[in-house]
């Protein structure tokens, strides 16, 4: 069973950083996708980023490129998610996701393609 487990949250002034880890357990995660979500108060999940573990190739929502990074650590299996320049519409619970992927399978971005999450850290930037 995959175990994900967030960490890194806070509360930052506009301008300010953080980074979130996730902690991943449970299986081999060279043939998973990765992704990060967030969900604000009284708003749908949204797409944050995501890659291939065995990739190098990584994909971000349009509010946040060239502001934040995904990354990863093999050892231990440790995804994390670099966020530069917070905005206090970045305010919401960050949440890490897994899915095993096929080969040649395109890399999933949609809350539903996603079958394992983490239990969420909240992100508060103020104005």
């Known amino acids: 069973q995959v175990h994900l487990v967030e960490s890194g949250g806070g509360l930052v002034q506009a301008g300010g950083s953080l980074r979130l880890s996730c902690a991943a357990s449970?299986?081999?995660?060279?043939?998973?996708?990765m992704g990060w979500f967030r969900q604000a108060p009284g708003k749908e999940r949204e797409f944050v980023a995501a890659?291939?573990?065995?990739?190098?190739?990584?994909y971000y929502a349009d509010s946040v490129k060239g502001r934040f990074t995904i990354s990863r650590d093999n050892a231990p299996n440790t995804v994390y998610l670099q966020m530069n320049s917070l905005k206090p519409e970045d305010t919401a619970v960050y949440l890490c996701?897994?899915?095993?992927?096929?080969?040649?399978?395109?890399?999933?971005?949609?809350?539903?393609?996603?079958?394992?999450w983490g239990q969420g850290t909240q992100v508060t930037v103020s104005s």
């Open positions: 996701a897994a899915v095993w992927l096929a080969a040649g399978t395109p890399q999933p971005r949609e809350v539903h393609e996603y079958d394992y």
């Open positions: 449970g299986r081999t995660f060279s043939t998973y996708a």
């Open positions: 890659f291939r573990w065995s990739g190098n190739i990584t």
